[in-house]
């Protein structure tokens, strides 16, 4: 009796063995989860360190933020939003966006402030409040009333190519006009020239 007992044990253990194996290998084999990292910017009046409500609750700079988060900032701070390989998002003060993300896409339902795409590896797709979709590349914004604009201090390089542009053809025509300006000027002068050689 005890050499029938002892092989039901051994099964029993050998079966509870092959049953958290297997639902190890599952949980081992699927794929993290993307989240990203909260930064708040801005001063709070009373001295302490600013914060923005994540899903309801006050959250200050380091929190993890994921897919599918209600993110709205106060009046006092902004966040920035930190998505890994993703990319980088800013929120102006007093807005609201549900925010949300997977391994290659970006994308926001903006339903009030403004939204800046600081760095992304495709455009960030964000809706409006009145509907419309909007695609941002890095550097632009757009607001919850629909407008979108390229920013100059981000990716819009086209305004400070034009001013360099325009330094280098006035300093031309500046070069131009001195060595024109005197006709008279002769290379070489009137000098005595000396050969080496007679």
């Not at 639902?23 to 910017?41: D, F, I, N, Q, R």
């Not at 993300?101 to 800046?116: H, Q, R, Y």
């Not at 600081?118 to 407008?147: H, I, R, Y």
């Not at 979108?148 to 025509?173: E, M, R």
């Amino acid at each position: 009796m005890d050499s029938k007992l002892w092989i039901r044990k051994a099964l029993s253990a050998c079966l509870c063995v092959a049953i958290l194996a297997t639902y190890s290998m599952v949980a081992l084999a699927s794929s993290p989860k993307v989240a990203g990292e909260l930064t708040v910017l801005g001063t709070d009046s009373s001295g302490e360190a600013p914060f923005v409500m994540v899903n309801g609750e006050a959250s200050k700079t380091g929190r993890s933020v994921f897919s599918s988060s209600v993110i709205n900032t106060p009046e006092t701070a902004g966040a920035v939003i930190t998505l890994g390989k993703l990319g980088k998002v800013e929120l102006a003060p007093n807005s609201a966006i549900v925010l949300s993300f997977d391994d290659n896409n970006i994308s926001g339902d903006l339903t009030a402030g403004k939204i800046t795409v600081l760095g992304a590896s495709q455009n960030v797709t964000v809706k409006v409040a009145d509907g419309k979709v909007l695609q941002l590349a890095v550097g632009e914004s757009a607001t919850a009333s629909g407008a979108s604009a390229a920013q100059t201090t981000g990716g819009g390089h086209s305004a400070a190519w034009w001013g360099f542009a325009a330094v280098l053809v006035g300093a031309g025509a500046l070069i131009i006009y001195a060595a024109t300006r005197d006709n008279d000027t002769q290379i070489g002068g009137g000098g005595t020239v000396v050969s080496p050689v007679r």
